[in-house]
């Protein structure tokens, strides 16, 4: 006859333990290869060098606002009138807003639309959305579906390099963040607001 030994299920525990672990070490370390770095809560990516003499002054103007908005790294309530929400449509409605080109929510008529869904529709409606395929240019933005890292999602393009866009964004692990993204790859992209 066989006694187990008291340490014996002390031991199952731990191992079971360890396994979970490291299970919970591998996913968290695949999730943080593939999600794009705007994301990452550690993400430092420095405002790009933009000459906005080659820009229209709408254009430029976009541009000197969202370089002041990156440094100033205000709370997302500051776009949003004070609501505390996802505020990546918020941001991209005050950048609007401040430069001369308001944008009008289609429920409300507040130059404040809180959501990426109205936003796109806001661009449908005025004969100012881009299905993918379109070229973006500064101050364009770009609208993301659900299949994002975070579901919906919104940010503003600074700087074009062929397919290769740098884009601002507000909400982006709470902050306002630069990312640079291929056009032609991200199948999250559903299309673009032109600026103008």
Same mark, same amino acid.
């Given at each position: 006859?066989?006694?187990?030994?008291?340490?014996?299920? +002390?031991?199952?525990?731990? +191992?079971?333990?360890?396994?979970?672990?490291?299970?919970? *070490? %591998?996913?968290?370390?695949?999730?943080?290869?593939?999600?794009?770095?705007?994301?990452?809560?550690?993400?430092?990516?420095?405002?790009?060098?933009?000459?906005?003499?080659?820009?229209?002054?709408?254009?430029?103007?976009?541009?000197?606002?969202?370089?002041?908005?990156? =440094?100033?790294?205000?709370?997302?309530?500051?776009?949003?009138?004070?609501?505390?929400?996802?505020?990546?449509?918020?941001?991209?409605?005050?950048?609007?807003? =401040?430069?001369?080109?308001?944008?009008? $929510?289609? $429920?409300? &008529?507040?130059?404040?639309?809180?959501? %990426?869904?109205?936003?796109?529709?806001?661009?449908?409606?005025?004969?100012?959305? =881009?299905?993918? @395929?379109?070229?973006?240019?500064?101050?364009?933005?770009?609208?993301?579906?659900?299949?994002?890292?975070? &579901?919906?999602?919104? $940010?503003?393009?600074?700087?074009?390099?062929?397919?290769?866009?740098?884009?601002?964004?507000? $909400?982006?692990?709470?902050?306002?963040? *630069?990312?640079? *993204?291929?056009?032609?790859?991200?199948?999250?992209? *559903?299309?673009? @607001? +032109?600026?103008?």
């Amino acid at each position: 006859m066989s006694i187990d030994s008291p340490t014996r299920p +002390r031991r199952r525990i731990g +191992r079971w333990i360890a396994g979970i672990l490291a299970v919970v *070490v %591998v996913v968290a370390g695949a999730v943080l290869w593939i999600a794009p770095s705007r994301y990452l809560p550690w993400d430092t990516t420095a405002f790009p060098d933009v000459d906005t003499a080659q820009l229209t002054p709408t254009q430029a103007q976009v541009v000197d606002l969202l370089r002041s908005e990156h =440094e100033q790294q205000r709370p997302g309530t500051f776009y949003s009138e004070g609501v505390d929400e996802a505020w990546c449509a918020n941001f991209v409605s005050w950048i609007m807003r =401040e430069a001369g080109q308001p944008l009008s $929510n289609p $429920n409300s &008529g507040s130059w404040r639309i809180p959501g %990426v869904y109205t936003l796109t529709e806001y661009y449908q409606d005025h004969g100012r959305f =881009e299905p993918t @395929g379109y070229a973006p240019t500064v101050g364009d933005v770009v609208l993301y579906d659900n299949s994002s890292w975070i &579901g919906q999602h919104t $940010n503003i393009v600074v700087a074009v390099d062929g397919d290769t866009v740098t884009t601002v964004g507000g $909400n982006e692990s709470g902050k306002i963040r *630069v990312h640079t *993204v291929d056009v032609r790859s991200d199948s999250a992209i *559903v299309g673009f @607001g +032109r600026l103008a």
